[in-house]
C-alpha cells in the first residue's frame, strides 16, 4: 500500500523558510519521480517541483524558482523541500506525490498517481 506522508507545514511571516518532509513507503522509492504540488484557496493543485529517479533532474514553476530547493534521500525514501523567502502568495496545502516506477517525465503534472494528504503553509504577517 503507498503511503505518503507530509510534514513540516505551518505559519509563517513573509520572508521567512519552512522545510517540508515527506515520508514515503509502498514503492519503490529509487525508481520513482517524485513531486510538490500545491493548492491554494479556490485554485487548482499545481506541480511546483520535482525530481526524477535517474539522477540529475529537477523541475521548479517559475513562481517558487530560486526560492525552493527539492531534494530526496533513497535511503530514508523521503523527499523534501526547503522552502526559503516565503510569500503570501505561497500560502497552500502541499502535497507530496509520486509517479508509477520507471517514468522520465517528473516535470508532467498529469503523470502522477499518488499524493499525500497534505500539510498546510500559512504566510501571514
Known amino acids: 500500500q503507498v503511503r505518503l506522508v507530509e510534514s513540516g507545514g505551518g505559519l509563517v511571516q513573509p520572508g521567512d523558510s519552512l522545510s517540508l518532509s515527506c515520508e514515503a513507503s509502498?514503492?519503490?522509492?529509487?525508481?520513482?519521480?517524485l513531486g510538490w504540488f500545491r493548492q491554494a484557496p479556490g485554485a487548482e493543485r499545481e506541480l511546483i517541483a520535482a525530481i526524477g529517479w535517474y539522477g540529475g533532474g529537477i523541475y521548479y514553476a517559475d513562481a517558487v524558482k530560486d526560492r525552493f530547493t527539492i531534494s530526496r534521500d533513497n535511503r530514508e525514501q523521503k523527499v523534501y523541500l526547503q522552502m526559503n523567502d516565503l510569500k503570501p502568495a505561497d500560502t497552500a496545502k502541499y502535497y507530496c506525490?509520486?509517479?508509477?516506477?520507471?517514468?522520465?517525465?517528473?516535470?508532467?503534472?498529469?503523470?502522477?498517481?499518488?499524493w499525500g494528504q497534505g500539510t498546510e503553509v500559512t504566510v501571514s504577517l
Open positions: 506525490a509520486k509517479q508509477p516506477r520507471g517514468r522520465m517525465d517528473y516535470y508532467s503534472a498529469g503523470r502522477y498517481d499518488s
Open positions: 509502498g514503492f519503490e522509492f529509487e525508481r520513482a519521480g
